[in-house]
């Protein structure tokens, strides 16, 4: 299917992507993690070809997307916004869509804009926030594409909302086998969706695993003890999700017995182990509490 070959790609003398290299099967959800300007987008604007590579390849079925401009029909890029579509309602755009796209599929964009209550004659800027997002993606899956690349589909919209767009990407993909690379803050929809993830962090793609495989890798241990030990804690770098007084709730390792065993050592009052969340795994992989 997608697949990228030792990709990096510079931007105003700056390194933003390094080595990048991955592949997605047909029917895949892939979830690409990261914090604000890990290169999440430069990487979706780089398998679209909206950006070229300085170095490596990106390859649609084995070939080289950016000798065979053709191939591109089988690729959709969804942006965060699109100020291109904002001045044409959705006739216009299914228009000129068609006479890009061979294979658009009118009958199914019809069904789907009827089904979520969109207005046909408004124009697309004049949809509110959730009717854009479920707009730009009845268009791109109405395209009927190999691939769709999505940025943040799911941001700033209401939860009724943001559940009918979920489902209409887990329903598109169950039925036509397609593949979607998706960005996205909100990581409890990645947990929902995603067959696998990948980390992008210091200019590289780390971690690129099972989904169910990077949580059973980890261990929330909450903790309480008679007395303040957050300083003993931090000096073994053991990442805190949270506390509350002289409680504690940690991650660790499954195998990392030293510190599991260096925790047991400060005699806790209450020791709980618990299953992990991807959100608290991507706490503790990039910053403790910061936020992302």
């Known amino acids: 299917m997608i697949e990228l070959q030792h990709v990096s790609k510079m931007i105003n003398g700056q390194e933003v992507l390094k080595n990048i290299s991955l592949k997605l099967e047909e029917g895949e959800i892939f979830g690409l993690l990261g914090r604000n300007g890990s290169g999440k987008t430069t990487l979706l604007r780089l398998i679209q070809q909206i950006l070229l590579p300085d170095n490596g390849e990106i390859l649609f079925d084995g070939v080289k997307v950016k000798d065979h401009p053709l191939v591109k029909r089988n690729i959709v890029y969804m942006p965060v916004q699109n100020p291109y579509f904002d001045k044409y309602h959705y006739k216009h755009l299914v228009a000129l869509l068609r006479n890009i796209y061979p294979d658009f599929d009118v009958t199914y964009a019809n069904e789907l804009m009827n089904r979520y209550g969109i207005p046909e004659t408004k124009k697309y800027r004049e949809l509110s926030t959730g009717l854009k997002k479920q707009f730009s993606i009845i268009l791109a899956f109405a395209i009927r594409p190999a691939v769709i690349l999505l940025d943040e589909p799911t941001d700033g919209i209401d939860a009724v909302t943001r559940h009918d767009v979920l489902q209409l990407m887990v329903d598109e993909v169950a039925e036509n086998r397609t593949t979607i690379l998706i960005t996205s803050h909100r990581l409890e929809d990645i947990e929902r969706m995603c067959n696998r993830i990948g980390f992008l962090e210091d200019n590289t793609l780390s971690n690129v695993m099972d989904l169910d495989e990077l949580k059973s890798e980890f261990i929330k241990i909450q903790m309480a003890f008679e007395e303040d030990i957050n300083l003993k804690i931090r000096e073994k770098e053991i990442p805190v999700l949270d506390q509350t007084g002289v409680f504690y709730t940690v991650l660790l ?39 992302w």
């Open 253 to 291: 390792p499954k195998e990392d017995e030293i510190r599991k065993q260096f925790l047991k050592s400060l005699s806790p009052k209450v020791w709980n182990e618990l299953p992990v969340s991807l959100e608290e795994v991507f706490i503790a992989k990039f910053g403790g509490k910061r936020r």
